[in-house]
């Protein structure tokens, strides 16, 4: 029997044409499918951004990795600006920058979500076989016979197609039909925090702060970010709790507003003339981490990015890994001479445990940003850390680096990062209990900095002597066999696409209230995470 999900010539249905789906469309094209590509927006390239929804993100080696393969990166990356570390605002005393590589070279890169989808939406559009359509609101879908009802300005249109995909972002609505249906269990963890957008424009028609940095205020139980625009401008936003004291229902009054950055982030208000306008009439938009299952039912209807695992953004890898899911389901498809009833199962087989992966670390990551990064002990270890990643190049890499700068599957980066932390401290048990037992035998003992940690300054005892030195520990694979791309000469890497499918605070993704999908496995998981 033939399989029909193996003809090219059938049209395939992407639902949404935001980062993944657009991707998508292109690398579905270059396979020779045809592609209807649906969207329930205008054409955003045509209308003006909605207030307060910019979105700046941090692209970095998977996102542009996946472009890459496409030959979109240059494209894509036009407008992008390399931000090579974090620059802390304290609320009193020195900014302080903290590189992300070891060296200060490597970069993540601000772009526009906007921008970055009206690249590749000029991709799509121009890459044959793909025909989008605009003002295309999903709001029906039958998973046994590939029947979609859309809504659109001239009324309700039906179509069928024997593949559909839906890249229609954290609110899904295929994903609420899958559900709806009973093939697919679902749950939604909203943190209890929201995020806010304001904005410093240029002084003097320069930028106001450094270019090369993203910028954090941290403020132990909330914080602000700002990431660099090509206009010289900056895009804040706030994560803060979304009730409470502090939390983002508690300002209310222009003089309260004033009064509050004043006092908690006190060199922003001489840079943002529009603050309180701007925290004001901006909207609170919601965070979670979306997890389901199963991702695809029959090889023929199957979810991908934000519609199959969104992630909060504190690791800056939600696009990155949605990116990655295109370059994956292309390679699926290679693999199994584009037969989606094979394609897809082995794409959810093979992504799953990266992308829970990557929602844990992204969790984590808030606590990190939002608090450690003042720590004087948190700057230490990072230290420390770029330290040993200099003495022992490609043995020992920070998560960051292999999160950020490498396409190393998430899964597994959690995997060494924890196998590196133990051999650490596995040393640091051996180097201690070798000196106790001299000291009983009457032996002095030197500590000694190993090569490569010097200069880390007061590091503890136990790290400073635990570090092997780099002839101790057998050569192990370069940087290519780890998927970490060769270090880049010199200086390194360089929504506007729609309100983000998490609505408002108030209003439930998608429009509809998701009942949690009761007692599986995904509800026990998510309540732990998020205690
Ligand atoms: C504040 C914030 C900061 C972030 N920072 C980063 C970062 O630094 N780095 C990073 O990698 N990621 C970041 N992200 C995450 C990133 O924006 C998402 O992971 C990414 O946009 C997911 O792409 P997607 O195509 O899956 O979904 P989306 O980009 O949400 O696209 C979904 C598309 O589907 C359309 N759609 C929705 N419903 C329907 C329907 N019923 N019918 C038809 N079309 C529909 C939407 O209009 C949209 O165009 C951030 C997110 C937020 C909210």
Same mark, same amino acid.
């Given at each position: 029997?033939?399989?029909?999900?193996?003809?090219?010539?059938? =049209?395939?249905?992407?639902?949404?044409?935001?980062?993944?789906? @657009?991707?998508?469309? @292109?690398?579905?094209?270059? /396979?020779?499918?045809?592609?209807?590509?649906?969207?329930?927006?205008?054409? *955003?390239? #045509?209308?003006?951004?909605?207030?307060?929804?910019?979105?700046?993100?941090?692209?970095? =080696?998977?996102?542009? !990795?996946?472009?890459?393969?496409?030959?979109?990166?240059?494209?894509?990356?036009?407008?992008?600006?390399?931000?090579?570390?974090?620059?802390?605002?304290?609320? &009193?005393?020195?900014?302080?920058?903290?590189?992300?590589?070891? !060296?200060?070279?490597?970069?993540?890169?601000?772009?526009?979500?906007?921008?970055?989808?009206?690249?590749?939406?000029?991709?799509?559009?121009?890459?044959?076989?793909?025909?989008?359509?605009?003002?295309?609101?999903?709001?029906?879908?039958?998973?046994?016979?590939?029947?979609?009802? +859309?809504?659109?300005?001239?009324? #309700?249109?039906?179509?069928?197609?024997?593949?559909?995909?839906?890249?229609?972002?954290?609110?899904?609505?295929?994903?609420?039909?899958?559900?709806?249906?009973?093939?697919? =269990?679902?749950?939604?963890?909203?943190?209890?925090?929201?995020?806010?957008?304001?904005? %410093?424009? &240029?002084?003097?028609?320069?930028?106001?702060?450094?270019?090369?940095?993203?910028?954090?205020?941290?403020?132990?139980?909330?914080?602000?970010?700002?990431?660099?625009? *090509?206009?010289?401008?900056? #895009?804040?936003?706030?994560?803060?709790?979304?009730?409470?004291?502090?939390?983002?229902?508690?300002?209310?009054?222009?003089?309260?507003?004033?009064?509050?950055?004043?006092?908690?982030?006190?060199?922003?208000?001489?840079?943002?003339?529009?603050?309180?306008?701007?925290?004001?009439?901006?909207?609170?938009? /919601?965070?979670? #981490?979306?997890?389901?299952?199963?991702?695809?039912?029959?090889?023929?209807?199957?979810?991908?990015?934000?519609?199959? +695992?969104? %992630?909060?953004?504190?690791?800056?890898?939600?696009?990155?890994?949605?990116?990655?899911?295109?370059?994956?389901?292309?390679? @699926?498809?290679?693999?199994?001479?584009?037969?989606?009833?094979?394609?897809?199962?082995?794409?959810?087989?093979?992504?799953?445990?990266?992308?829970?992966?990557?929602?844990?670390?992204?969790?984590?990551?808030?606590?990190?940003?939002? !608090?450690?990064?003042?720590?004087?002990?948190?700057?230490?270890?990072?230290?420390?850390?770029?330290?040993?990643?200099?003495?022992?190049?490609?043995?020992?890499?920070?998560?960051?680096?292999?999160?950020?700068?490498?396409?190393?599957?998430?899964?597994?980066?959690?995997?060494?990062?924890?196998?590196?932390?133990?051999?650490?401290?596995?040393?640091?048990? &051996?180097?201690?209990?070798?000196?106790?037992?001299?000291?009983?035998?009457?032996?002095?003992?030197? *500590?000694?900095?190993?090569?490569?940690?010097?200069?880390?300054?007061?590091?503890?005892?136990?790290?400073?002597?635990? @570090?092997?030195?780099?002839?101790?520990?057998?050569?192990? *694979?370069?940087?290519?066999?780890?998927?970490?791309?060769?270090?880049?000469?010199?200086?390194?890497?360089?929504?506007?696409?729609?309100?983000?499918?998490?609505?408002?605070?108030?209003?439930?993704?998608?429009?509809?209230?998701?009942?949690?999908?009761?007692?599986?496995?995904?509800?026990?998981?998510?309540?732990?995470?998020?205690?």
């Amino acid at each position: 029997m033939t399989d029909p999900t193996t003809e090219n010539e059938q =049209e395939v249905a992407v639902v949404g044409a935001g980062l993944a789906g @657009c991707l998508l469309a @292109c690398f579905l094209a270059r /396979r020779g499918h045809r592609v209807a590509l649906y969207e329930r927006r205008p054409d *955003p390239r #045509t209308g003006a951004a909605e207030r307060g929804r910019s979105i700046n993100l941090a692209l970095s =080696e998977r996102g542009l !990795d996946a472009l890459r393969r496409i030959g979109l990166e240059e494209r894509a990356m036009a407008d992008a600006l390399p931000m090579r570390g974090r620059m802390i605002h304290p609320v &009193a005393g020195p900014l302080d920058f903290q590189p992300y590589s070891r !060296d200060g070279d490597r970069a993540i890169n601000s772009i526009s979500r906007a921008a970055l989808n009206d690249a590749l939406l000029d991709a799509a559009e121009s890459a044959p076989g793909v025909k989008i359509f605009f003002n295309h609101r999903l709001t029906g879908l039958d998973p046994d016979t590939g029947e979609m009802r +859309h809504e659109t300005p001239e009324g #309700t249109v039906r179509v069928t197609a024997p593949v559909i995909i839906g890249a229609d972002g954290a609110g899904s609505v295929v994903r609420g039909q899958l559900l709806a249906a009973g093939v697919l =269990e679902e749950n939604l963890d909203f943190l209890d925090y929201g995020y806010k957008e304001l904005a %410093i424009p &240029a002084a003097h028609g320069d930028f106001a702060l450094d270019p090369g940095a993203l910028h954090i205020w941290p403020r132990g139980t909330s914080m602000m970010i700002a990431l660099p625009n *090509p206009d010289r401008s900056f #895009t804040c936003t706030l994560f803060w709790p979304a009730g409470g004291p502090a939390g983002f229902a508690s300002l209310s009054s222009p003089a309260a507003v004033e009064r509050h950055f004043r006092e908690h982030y006190p060199d922003l208000p001489p840079l943002a003339p529009a603050l309180v306008e701007d925290y004001l009439s901006n909207p609170v938009g /919601r965070l979670g #981490t979306v997890r389901c299952g199963p991702w695809q039912v029959n090889g023929t209807v199957a979810l991908l990015g934000d519609a199959a +695992h969104a %992630i909060v953004p504190f690791y800056g890898q939600g696009a990155n890994c949605a990116f990655e899911d295109v370059a994956e389901l292309d390679r @699926c498809l290679a693999e199994t001479g584009d037969s989606w009833r094979l394609a897809l199962p082995l794409f959810e087989q093979r992504r799953r445990e990266n992308t829970e992966a990557i929602a844990r670390m992204a969790l984590a990551n808030f606590v990190e940003m939002r !608090d450690r990064v003042a720590s004087p002990w948190f700057q230490l270890g990072r230290r420390a850390e770029h330290a040993l990643e200099r003495a022992l190049p490609g043995v020992w890499l920070s998560r960051y680096e292999l999160v950020s700068f490498s396409t190393m599957p998430y899964a597994r980066v959690a995997r060494r990062v924890r196998r590196q932390r133990l051999a650490l401290a596995g040393v640091a048990a &051996a180097l201690a209990s070798v000196a106790v037992g001299r000291v009983r035998a009457g032996g002095r003992v030197v *500590p000694t900095l190993p090569h490569g940690l010097k200069g880390m300054g007061g590091a503890p005892v136990a790290v400073r002597n635990a @570090c092997p030195q780099p002839g101790d520990i057998p050569a192990r *694979p370069a940087f290519e066999d780890l998927g970490v791309p060769p270090r880049p000469q010199g200086v390194g890497g360089g929504s506007g696409g729609g309100a983000p499918s998490f609505g408002k605070v108030g209003a439930p993704p998608g429009g509809t209230s998701r009942p949690k999908a009761g007692g599986g496995s995904w509800g026990r998981v998510r309540g732990k995470e998020n205690a």
